[in-house]
């Protein structure tokens, strides 16, 4: 073959490179869109949630926390009792074990006197009952 035929049908070959390279993306699109959809665990323990975020992460190319904070919010909405314990928990552990127990105590104490004086002076009816009642013992 001469070289100018080499070119015309190395030419004509291109479009339909193309087009298959496009198929073949077209076809790798969708099986992924298919092994997320099977790959996709219903959130209901964190490790779910964090598998998720992990896989969005991956398949959106956007950050980290934007697809943490968009996979935990079903479950923390959900479940918002524990998630506050856990957090409380976790504190109250790393101070015991940082500063120590007896500091931790008194951490605690001031903490739930300043929640205590703040309800007071938000008004609510419960802590100024008492408040009184504890004023009245003391007199």
């Known amino acids: 073959m001469?070289?100018?035929a080499?070119?015309?049908?190395m030419a004509g070959s291109r479009p339909n490179q193309q087009d298959a390279q496009k198929r073949s993306d077209q076809q790798s699109s969708q099986k992924r869109s298919?092994?997320?959809?099977s790959t996709a665990r219903t959130a209901n323990t964190p490790s779910d949630v964090i598998a998720n975020a992990a896989s969005?992460?991956?398949?959106?190319k956007r950050g980290v926390f934007a697809s943490m904070k968009q996979a935990m919010a079903p479950y923390v909405?959900?479940?918002s009792h524990t998630v506050l314990y856990g957090i409380v928990g976790f504190v109250i552990a790393?101070?015991?074990l940082l500063a120590g127990f007896w500091p931790t105590v008194l951490l605690v104490l001031f903490a739930a006197v300043g929640v205590?004086?703040?309800?007071y002076r938000d008004?609510?009816?419960k802590t100024r009952a008492a408040m009184k009642n504890l004023l009245n013992r003391v007199r």
């Open 56 to 60: 969005q992460t991956k398949d959106e």
């Open 123 to 125: 008004g609510d009816q």
């Open 116 to 119: 205590a004086i703040g309800r």
């Open 6 to 9: 080499m070119r015309m049908n």
């Open 2 to 4: 001469t070289q100018s």
């Open 34 to 37: 298919n092994q997320q959809s």
């Open 94 to 96: 790393a101070l015991i």
């Open 77 to 79: 909405e959900g479940h």
